[in-house]
C-alpha cells in the first residue's frame, strides 16, 4: 500500500509538472488522470483496503486527484489562448489563395456589343417598364383590340385588370418615348420581354430584345437598309451581306425580315443557316404614320424607322448552345466558359 509519503510525492509531482505545449499536456492527462493513469492505480488500491484505512486513504488520493483534474483544465485553457509555437512559421512566399472572377453572361456580352455599336452611330439608349399597359404595348403600336395580330405574340395579363399585361416586346418604350420627345428621336431599347409560351429548349416564357428607333425628317428605307448593314458588319464580320424579305408588322409599313450571311459557316452551308447560307437576325420597317400620329408626331413632317431582335436566339446561333434554359439556369461551369469572349 502507497504510504502517506509517497501519496504527497505524487503530489508534489503533479504541482511541479508544467506542460508547455499541447502534447506535453496530453502525455500529463495520460500519466496521471488517464484510465491507465497513476491515479487509476491508486483507486485500484482503495478498493481492497479495511474499512478504517479507506477514509484516510480515500481523503488523500481524491486531493490529489482535484489537483491533477484542476491543474489539467487550468493550462489546457492557457494553450488555447496562446499561439501554437511549435507550428510551422507561415510561408510569406506562397500564391495568395484567389477568389475566382466572374464573369459576363452571354446574352449581356451580346447586348453589350450591340449597344455599342448603335452607340457609335448616334443612337440614345431608352429605358421603359416591363410591366405595361395594353395601351402602349398594343394600341399605341397599331394593334387596336381584337386585331388579329394580338394572336402573334401569347401575352402574359394580370387576372384582375386586363389592361396591365407583361411586356411582350420591347416597342412600348417606342411609343412612351415617343409621346415625351419630338424628332429628331434615335434611340434603342435592349430588354427582357415576356411571352406566354411552353419552355422548351427553343422557347422560353422570358427572352431579351433590342429595339431600335429613328424618327427624323426624310427618313428612309435606304437609311434603314444601311444601318443594318452598318450593324451587321460591326457585329459578325465586315464580309457579311444582307438580305431583305418582305413582312408583315402592325407597327411599320412596309415591313421587311433582315437575313445576313452566316456568320458560322460564312454562307457555305451549315446546321446554324440551314445549309442556305443565310441567317434571319431581325424584323424592321418603317414606323407606320398611324404610330407617330398616336404618339403625337406630325406623320407629314416627320418619317422613321424601327427594327427589332431577339438576343437568345443569335446568341444561341452565335455560341452554338442548343437550348435556351441553359441561359437561365445560372451554371457557373456553363457560363465560364463565354469569359472574355465577343
Ligand atoms: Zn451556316
Redesign the pocket.
Given at each position: 500500500m502507497p504510504t502517506h509519503s509517497e501519496i504527497q510525492t505524487l503530489l508534489a509531482e503533479i504541482e511541479q509538472n508544467n506542460p508547455q505545449t499541447a502534447p506535453e499536456l496530453e502525455q500529463f492527462r495520460l500519466d496521471y488522470i488517464g484510465s491507465k493513469g497513476k491515479l487509476k492505480a491508486l483507486f485500484e488500491v482503495l478498493k481492497t483496503l479495511p474499512p478504517d484505512e479507506k477514509k484516510t486513504f480515500g481523503a488523500n488520493v481524491n486531493q490529489v486527484k482535484q489537483a491533477a483534474e484542476q491543474k489539467y483544465q487550468q493550462l489546457k485553457e492557457q494553450l488555447s489562448e496562446v499561439v501554437d509555437n511549435t507550428a510551422a512559421p507561415a510561408d510569406l512566399t506562397m500564391p495568395a489563395q484567389t477568389t475566382r472572377l466572374g464573369s459576363r453572361h452571354p446574352i449581356s456580352l451580346f447586348l453589350h456589343r450591340a449597344v455599342s455599336i448603335f452607340r457609335s452611330i448616334g443612337f440614345q439608349i431608352a429605358d421603359g417598364p416591363e410591366i405595361e399597359d395594353d395601351w402602349h404595348n398594343f394600341t399605341a403600336l397599331n394593334t387596336p383590340e381584337d386585331h388579329p395580330s394580338r394572336d402573334m405574340q401569347d401575352t402574359f395579363y394580370i387576372q384582375t385588370n386586363p389592361a396591365v399585361l407583361l411586356r411582350t416586346h420591347t416597342s412600348p418604350v417606342q411609343a412612351r418615348y415617343m409621346k415625351k420627345n419630338q424628332p429628331p428621336i434615335r434611340i434603342i431599347v435592349p430588354g427582357r420581354v415576356y411571352r406566354n409560351e411552353t419552355i422548351s429548349a427553343r422557347s422560353h416564357c422570358q427572352f431579351h430584345q433590342i429595339e431600335g428607333l429613328y424618327v427624323a425628317e426624310n427618313v428612309s428605307l435606304a437609311d434603314l437598309k444601311q444601318t443594318i448593314l452598318y450593324f451587321a458588319r460591326q457585329m459578325f464580320n465586315k464580309d457579311v451581306q444582307i438580305r431583305l424579305r418582305p413582312s408583315f408588322f402592325p407597327f411599320t409599313e412596309p415591313s421587311l425580315e433582315a437575313d445576313v450571311t452566316?456568320f458560322?459557316?460564312h454562307?457555305?452551308?451549315?446546321p446554324?443557316?440551314k445549309?442556305s447560307?443565310w441567317?434571319e437576325i431581325l424584323g424592321a420597317g418603317m414606323v407606320d404614320p398611324n404610330v407617330l400620329e398616336n404618339c403625337g408626331i406630325d406623320s407629314q413632317k416627320y418619317t422613321g424607322f424601327a427594327f427589332g431582335m431577339g438576343i437568345e436566339r443569335t446568341t444561341m446561333q452565335i455560341y452554338g448552345i442548343k437550348d435556351i434554359r441553359l441561359l437561365y439556369e445560372n451554371d457557373a461551369r456553363f457560363l465560364r466558359q463565354f469569359a472574355g469572349s465577343l
Amino acid at each position: 500500500m502507497p504510504t502517506h509519503s509517497e501519496i504527497q510525492t505524487l503530489l508534489a509531482e503533479i504541482e511541479q509538472n508544467n506542460p508547455q505545449t499541447a502534447p506535453e499536456l496530453e502525455q500529463f492527462r495520460l500519466d496521471y488522470i488517464g484510465s491507465k493513469g497513476k491515479l487509476k492505480a491508486l483507486f485500484e488500491v482503495l478498493k481492497t483496503l479495511p474499512p478504517d484505512e479507506k477514509k484516510t486513504f480515500g481523503a488523500n488520493v481524491n486531493q490529489v486527484k482535484q489537483a491533477a483534474e484542476q491543474k489539467y483544465q487550468q493550462l489546457k485553457e492557457q494553450l488555447s489562448e496562446v499561439v501554437d509555437n511549435t507550428a510551422a512559421p507561415a510561408d510569406l512566399t506562397m500564391p495568395a489563395q484567389t477568389t475566382r472572377l466572374g464573369s459576363r453572361h452571354p446574352i449581356s456580352l451580346f447586348l453589350h456589343r450591340a449597344v455599342s455599336i448603335f452607340r457609335s452611330i448616334g443612337f440614345q439608349i431608352a429605358d421603359g417598364p416591363e410591366i405595361e399597359d395594353d395601351w402602349h404595348n398594343f394600341t399605341a403600336l397599331n394593334t387596336p383590340e381584337d386585331h388579329p395580330s394580338r394572336d402573334m405574340q401569347d401575352t402574359f395579363y394580370i387576372q384582375t385588370n386586363p389592361a396591365v399585361l407583361l411586356r411582350t416586346h420591347t416597342s412600348p418604350v417606342q411609343a412612351r418615348y415617343m409621346k415625351k420627345n419630338q424628332p429628331p428621336i434615335r434611340i434603342i431599347v435592349p430588354g427582357r420581354v415576356y411571352r406566354n409560351e411552353t419552355i422548351s429548349a427553343r422557347s422560353h416564357c422570358q427572352f431579351h430584345q433590342i429595339e431600335g428607333l429613328y424618327v427624323a425628317e426624310n427618313v428612309s428605307l435606304a437609311d434603314l437598309k444601311q444601318t443594318i448593314l452598318y450593324f451587321a458588319r460591326q457585329m459578325f464580320n465586315k464580309d457579311v451581306q444582307i438580305r431583305l424579305r418582305p413582312s408583315f408588322f402592325p407597327f411599320t409599313e412596309p415591313s421587311l425580315e433582315a437575313d445576313v450571311t452566316c456568320f458560322i459557316c460564312h454562307a457555305k452551308g451549315c446546321p446554324v443557316c440551314k445549309y442556305s447560307g443565310w441567317v434571319e437576325i431581325l424584323g424592321a420597317g418603317m414606323v407606320d404614320p398611324n404610330v407617330l400620329e398616336n404618339c403625337g408626331i406630325d406623320s407629314q413632317k416627320y418619317t422613321g424607322f424601327a427594327f427589332g431582335m431577339g438576343i437568345e436566339r443569335t446568341t444561341m446561333q452565335i455560341y452554338g448552345i442548343k437550348d435556351i434554359r441553359l441561359l437561365y439556369e445560372n451554371d457557373a461551369r456553363f457560363l465560364r466558359q463565354f469569359a472574355g469572349s465577343l
